[in-house]
C-alpha cells in the first residue's frame, strides 16, 4: 500500500489548515535563542508571548533530530503542533530540511492527515520536504505477522510558492523517486531465502510490466546460465556455481527518442554472499543479504528515470548470483575467461562481486555508452577508510566531478579515491592468467578493486562507487534514513541523468 495516499501542495498558512498534525521547523539563532523557522511563523503568533517560556520550559534546542509535541493553540486548526529541530538558523539548507522532513515522519504517532510547514520557499526546498518526509515514512514490515507499513492518508505541503509550474514538478519528481528508493530498499531488506537471483529477477520483471501509461518504456530482458554461458560470462558463471540457484543477468534499457545522451549503468548483484569456499565468519555474513544494493540501486534508478521521461538513455546490467561454498563453487586457484576474453586467475573468492561485475562493465561497453557509471558494495576496506556513512568514487577526472555535484544534490555522501598506478601494477601481477583477482595485501584494497574493474571499462568515461558502507544502516534511523536498507545511490544516479538533459529555453 502506498506510504502517503495524496500529496496537496497549498499556499496558505498552517493556523488555517484542518489536519491532525502540523509541522513547523525550529532553528538557534546566533544569540542562542529558539525560535520557528520560516513558514512556522503564524504558528508562533498563535501562542503569542508564552512560546518561548513554553519551549525553554521543555528543555527544547531545535537540535537537528530533536522533536517536541505541544497542543495546539487558540487559532490553529490542527489537532497538534510538531517541533522538529533544524539547528543553526544561518545552516538551513535543503540536506537540513530533508533530514528533519525524515525526522518528523517517524514522530508523528498515529495521524492520517498532516501540513508540512517546514521552510519550503523555492522547489529545491520544497521537493527536500517531500523527499524527506516520503523517505522517513519507510518501514519493511512484510515479515511482521499483522504489521501494516506506517502510512499517512494526505500531506499538506505548505508553501509561498506552491502554484509555481517548477515547484509542482519538483514535488512530482521528489515522489517518484522517493518511491523508487524504497523499491531498492524493499529488494535489499527482503531476506535471501525470498531474494536470490531467480526471484529477484522475477520482481523485477514484474515491477517493469505493472507500469502502465502512454509513451515510450523501460524494456526488461533476463539472462539465465544458458544465455551466460553462450556470451562467455565467466564470471557470473563461476560465481554462482556453488549454489543450487543459478545466476541471473537483467538488462534494463529505457531508449527515449530524440535521447542525446547514452548512460550505462551496472550494479552488483551477490544476493548472499557467504564468501565462498573462502568462507566468512558467522558474524561477518549476518547483514550479506544486502550484497546486492548495487543491482537493486541501479535497477531502481533506471525506472524512476523511465517513469520521469528523462530523455536520457540508459542501457542497465545488474549481474545476479549467490556466492556459496557448495560442491561445485569455485576455488581459489582457479581461472575464469571473462566476457571480454580476459582472464582471471581467481585467489579469493570472497572477491566475487569484482568477478560478476567484469562481464556486465565488459557487456555495457560493447553498446558504445557515452559514459558507464557502476555501483557496488564491494569493498570492506572502503569501509575502513570512510566510515558507513560515505561511499568511495573511482574514476576518471570529469565522470568523478559530475557524479560529485549530482550526490552534492541530493545529499548522498561521496569521496573521491584514486586509482594508483601501483595498484593497476598489481593487478596484473600474475604469471598464470591476464589479471589477478586479489592480491591479499591488507591495505589499499578498495583501491586494488577499482583497479582490476578499470581493465573491463574499455576507453568508456567511468566512475565506479563504492557502497559498502551508506548501502546499509546497522543502527537507528537518523533523519530521513531508515535502520536496514537505504537505497543509497539512486537519488544520486536520477540526479546526474536529469543534469544531462539541456535546460530549457
Not at 505493472?210 to 554461458?229: F, I, N, Q, T, W
Not at 543459478?246 to 550505462?264: D, E, F, M
Request: glycine content about 12%; proline content about 6%.
Amino acid at each position: 500500500m502506498p506510504r502517503v495516499t495524496t500529496y496537496t501542495l497549498r499556499k496558505g498558512s498552517p493556523t488555517k489548515t484542518r489536519t491532525d498534525v502540523v509541522v513547523v521547523g525550529a532553528v538557534r539563532t546566533r544569540g542562542g535563542d529558539v525560535k520557528v523557522a520560516a513558514g512556522g511563523e503564524d504558528v508562533a503568533a498563535a501562542y503569542g508571548r508564552r512560546f518561548k517560556p513554553l519551549l525553554s520550559s521543555m528543555t527544547f534546542r531545535g537540535e537537528p533530530g530533536e522533536t517536541l509535541r505541544l497542543p495546539s493553540p487558540e487559532g490553529v486548526r490542527a489537532g497538534q503542533l510538531l517541533l522538529v529541530g533544524l539547528g543553526a538558523e544561518d545552516a538551513v539548507d535543503a540536506h537540513v530540511v530533508r533530514r528533519a522532513a525524515g525526522t518528523a515522519a517517524r514522530s508523528l504517532g498515529n495521524a492520517a492527515s498532516v501540513a508540512l510547514a517546514l521552510p519550503a520557499e523555492d522547489a529545491a526546498l520544497v521537493a527536500a520536504v517531500a523527499e524527506g518526509f516520503a523517505s522517513g515514512l519507510y518501514s519493511f514490515t512484510a515479515y511482521k505477522s499483522g504489521a501494516e507499513p506506517t502510512s499517512v492518508s494526505e500531506v499538506l505541503l505548505l508553501s509561498p510558492v506552491a502554484r509555481d509550474e517548477d515547484v509542482v514538478a519538483a514535488l512530482e519528481r521528489a515522489r517518484t523517486v522517493a518511491e523508487h528508493v524504497d523499491h531498492a530498499r524493499d529488494w535489499v531488506n527482503t531476506p535471501p531465502n525470498d531474494l536470490y537471483p531467480e526471484s529477484f529477477a522475477d520482481r523485477v520483471v514484474e515491477l517493469v510490466r505493472s507500469r502502465k501509461g502512454k509513451g515510450p518504456k523501460v524494456e526488461v530482458e533476463v539472462l539465465g546460465p544458458d544465455e551466460l554461458a553462450e556470451l562467455g560470462c565467466g564470471g557470473i558463471l563461476g560465481v554462482g556455481q556453488g549454489s543450487h540457484r543459478p545466476p541471473r543477468l537483467v538488462r534494463l534499457t529505457w531508449a527515449p527518442p530524440g535521447a542525446t545522451h547514452h548512460v550505462a549503468l551496472v550494479g552488483k548483484g551477490i544476493t548472499y554472499d557467504s564468501g565462498g569456499l573462502t568462507i566468512k565468519s558467522g558474524a561477518g555474513m549476518a547483514t550479506m543479504k544486502n550484497d546486492m544494493g548495487g543491482a537493486a540501486a541501479v535497477i531502481a534508478a533506471t525506472l524512476a528515470i523511465g517513469a520521469l521521461g528523462l530523455p536520457v538513455a540508459v542501457t542497465t546490467y545488474a549481474p545476479m548470483a549467490e556466492n556459496m561454498p557448495g560442491g561445485g563453487a569455485m576455488r581459489p586457484g582457479d581461472v575464469l575467461t571473462m566476457r571480454d576474453g580476459q582472464t582471471v586467475e581467481v585467489t579469493n573468492t570472497d572477491a566475487e562481486g569484482r568477478l560478476v561485475m567484469a562481464d556486465a562493465l565488459a557487456l555495457a561497453v560493447e553498446q558504445s555508452p557515452d559514459v558507464l557509471l557502476d555501483v557496488a558494495t564491494l569493498t570492506g576496506g572502503c569501509v575502513v577508510a570512510l566510515g558507513e556513512k560515505v561511499a568511495g568514487l573511482m574514476g576518471d577526472d570529469a565522470t568523478t566531478a559530475a557524479l560529485t555535484g549530482a550526490a552534492a544534490r541530493s545529499g548522498e555522501k561521496l569521496w573521491r579515491l584514486p586509482i594508483p598506478e601501483e595498484s593497476r601494477k598489481a593487478v596484473v601481477d600474475t604469471e598464470i592468467a591476464d589479471v589477478l583477482q586479489a592480491n591479499w595485501v591488507r591495505w589499499g584494497g578498495t583501491l586494488y578493486a577499482a583497479a582490476f574493474l578499470e581493465r573491463f571499462t574499455g576507453e568508456v568515461p567511468w566512475a565506479h562507487l563504492d557502497i559498502a558502507g551508506p548501502a546499509w544502516n546497522g543502527g537507528g534511523a537518523s533523519g530521513h534514513v531508515p535502520t536496514g536498507a537505504t537505497g543509497y545511490a539512486v537519488t544520486t544516479l536520477v540526479e546526474y541523468a536529469a543534469g544531462l538533459v539541456p535546460a530549457a529555453d
